[in-house]
């Protein structure tokens, strides 16, 4: 999708959401101490990072208990609230913020961690071409069950595909998807993001 596409979807989502935002944040501040949102450095496009905001589900200070930056399926360090938000990727609403600010699109590979990136090989770096995405092929072809590299490679053959018609599609899925309680973003919980 075009720039002035994504930030026009952007802009409405973020007003037609900004109930349910304001709710979550309500709910989040309720029940525990510490900031609503969470930011935490990302890799963008051609490599360059980014502050990425979600609102928290986590106990304040959780990078620095258990398995640090990364998530594992019943965490304790996952809130109530957190959880909740996590089934229907509610917390990934701050990204819309993302998205007006340029940093990512809303379709496109998820936006990974430095340390990940340091990993890539040279065919999965061109991951890195093109904005990162609330949501992606990856999200909507398999997610968990399907093993690191293989979602990479997913990514990387958006990259080499990526169309009106493709992001459409993807669109679509990622609503289905949110519809049924799925969430998009389960394999959040074993990558750390």
Not at 59 to 74: D, L, Q, S
Not at 75 to 95: H, V
Not at 166 to 172: C, N, Q, V
Request: no cysteine; aromatic share 6%; charged share 25%.
């Amino acid at each position: 999708m075009s720039r002035a596409l994504d930030f026009v979807l952007a802009a409405a989502l973020l007003v037609v959401t900004a109930p349910l935002l304001a709710v979550a944040a309500l709910a989040i501040r309720l029940e525990s101490k510490g900031p609503v949102f969470y930011r935490q450095r990302r890799v963008g496009r051609h490599g360059h990072p980014f502050e990425l905001l979600k609102l928290r589900t986590m106990v304040p200070g959780a990078e620095a208990m258990g398995a640090g930056i990364y998530v594992v399926e019943g965490d304790p360090r996952i809130t109530r609230i957190g959880r909740l938000l996590r089934r229907f990727s509610l917390d990934e609403l701050p990204n819309l913020i993302n998205v007006l600010g340029g940093d990512m699109a809303i379709v496109g590979p998820r936006p990974t961690v430095q340390e990940q990136v340091d990993r890539y090989t040279e065919r999965q770096l061109r991951r890195l071409e093109v904005k990162p995405g609330i949501t992606g092929w990856a999200q909507i072809n398999g997610r968990t069950s399907l093993p690191w590299p293989e979602r990479i490679e997913l990514d990387v053959w958006y990259v080499e595909h990526r169309s009106l018609r493709l992001d459409l599609r993807i669109l679509a899925r990622s609503a289905r998807m949110l519809a049924s309680g799925r969430g998009l973003y389960s394999e959040d919980l074993k990558q750390g993001w």
